[in-house]
């Protein structure tokens, strides 16, 4: 497989339909290696979609995404090597144990040692001592860690989070934004789809406000970000 | 390729090993439809001439198919087929990887219903042991390929259930009656066994053309 990079993302016009309902309707950003992109909306809003969509589980119905000079349909598996996602769903197999679970999509992304990979991860995850429990056995916020290192085990130059912080306890939480961080400086593009104000608080470089699949504003270095939420969200489409 | 098939078949036997599910369900299944019919066929202790190897093939595809479904639901609950599409592999070795666990699930399955059958409908089925385990296994790979391709494509299907045996049987008949046939042959008291050969060479006929189109047809069906 050849390897490919790219520093930029670019969403342009890009539309998403389910038959009749419009999930997406012409979302277009762009951003770029060590920022943190935030899509804020309600429910319902698109952002799960959009993930989708960048994850390249989905194809856009319009519009296109491009990972630098890359396209999904000419990169394919080679793009999606540098991609992880950590879905509203956690990707995870309650039957194996957390480093089974680890080692077996390190496996899959090539890992050349599967099982140190996962032992490294679960020490990030704080969860070293679990190793050999089986994920049924482990609370949502702890499931929920065991995801995050899954959809980073291989070093993703863009990483998509939907809702990341569900289940975590304020230690978690600080350790996920000390983490998305630590990802940013190290020049990931990560993309974050929340409805968590509070904890999207200071995290983010962009904000891209969403509402019924339509893209409201994008706002650069947002702060106060309930108050700007409130106000872009008050006005009329 | 070779190495992610072989990673998810790793996978889903460990997981079928740790809840066996799917085997637990297969043989009970397997096991209870060969008694029905060796309570309503078997009078006075003589069994109808050839009912064996239809009896064997058909439950081998009535569990084959609660296997089939079980396991792209698996991926489904958790929704771990996204995170398998999404690893950069070629996607037909995810298949791959699918299919050599139900062979192998149906196979470790057979290896009960063989001499369940054999007992209860006293049919010499274990004297031509390899063409036997031939005729089994080149079967149940046809039946698998097919069976493997409609699961992962029915996985986000609300009436998957109903829709997957009703899509598999019409397509797996050639094989079922390649089977069948062979089998019955093997059961005569003198086998002829270029008539075996030729079922046999059917059989892994049907096979190939099964795996090619379903390799072929995989990715795209499991995009979107």
Not at chain 1, 210 to 219: E, I, N, S
Not at chain 2, 4 to 31: C, G, M, N, P, Q
Not at chain 2, 152 to 170: E, H, I, K, N, T
Request: hydrophobic share 55%.
């Amino acid at each position: 497989m050849v390897s490919i990079d790219f520093d930029e993302l670019k969403a342009e016009d890009v539309s998403r339909h389910f038959g009749r309902r419009k999930a997406l309707s012409r979302i277009s950003f762009q951003t770029r290696t060590g920022s943190i992109l935030g899509l804020l909306g309600p429910n319902g809003a698109g952002k799960s979609t959009m993930i989708a969509v960048l994850a390249t589980l989905l194809r856009p119905s319009g519009g296109a995404i491009r990972y630098g000079a890359h396209t999904p349909a000419a990169a394919g598996a080679a793009l999606r090597s540098r991609i992880g996602i950590l879905g509203h769903d956690l990707f995870l197999y309650p039957e194996l144990t957390a480093r089974e679970n680890l080692a077996f999509f390190a496996g899959l992304y090539g890992a050349r040692d599967a099982h140190a990979a996962a032992d490294a991860a679960l020490t990030r995850a704080g969860l070293a001592e679990r190793a050999h429990d089986p994920i049924s056995s482990f609370s949502r916020g702890m499931r929920q860690r065991v995801a995050l290192e899954r959809s980073l085990i291989h070093g993703p130059r863009l990483a998509l989070l939907d809702e990341p912080f569900t289940g975590l306890d304020d230690a978690s939480t600080a350790a996920l934004v000390a983490r998305l961080r630590g990802l940013r400086d190290e020049g990931a593009i990560v993309v974050l789809a929340t409805h968590d104000l509070d904890l999207a608080e200071g995290l983010l470089d962009e904000a891209l406000f969403l509402r019924d699949g339509r893209m409201v504003d994008a706002v650069a270095r947002p702060d106060a970000l309930r108050s700007t939420y409130r106000a872009i969200m008050g006005r009329r489409s | 390729m070779i190495r992610i098939a072989w990673l998810v078949l790793k996978k889903d036997l460990t997981v079928e090993v740790r809840s066996l599910e799917i085997a637990y369900t297969t043989l009970f299944f397997a096991i209870s439809c060969v008694l029905f019919f060796a309570f309503a066929l078997v009078k006075e202790g003589k069994a109808p001439e050839d009912g064996a190897a239809g009896i064997l093939w058909i439950a081998i595809a009535f569990a084959g198919t609660l296997a089939l479904g079980r396991t792209f639901e698996r991926e489904r609950q958790s929704e771990t087929l996204r995170a398998l599409l999404m690893a950069p592999a070629d996607r037909p070795a995810i298949y791959v990887g699918k299919l050599l666990g139900i062979i192998a699930l149906l196979i470790a399955a057979e290896v009960v219903l063989v001499p369940l059958v054999a007992f209860l409908f006293q049919a010499p089925l274990l004297s031509h042991p390899f063409w036997l385990a031939g005729v089994l296994i080149s079967g149940t790979i046809g039946f698998a390929a097919v069976g493997t391709l409609f699961s992962a494509m029915l996985v986000r299907a609300r009436s998957r259930d109903v829709l997957l045996p009703v899509l598999l049987y019409p397509i797996t008949v050639p094989v079922i009656i390649a089977g069948v046939r062979a089998t019955a042959e093997l059961l005569q008291p003198d086998v002829e066994l270029s008539l075996v050969r030729f079922w046999m060479m059917l059989l892994i006929a049907l096979d190939v053309v099964f795996v090619t189109l379903a390799l072929w047809t995989f990715e795209p069906l499991m995009t979107d």
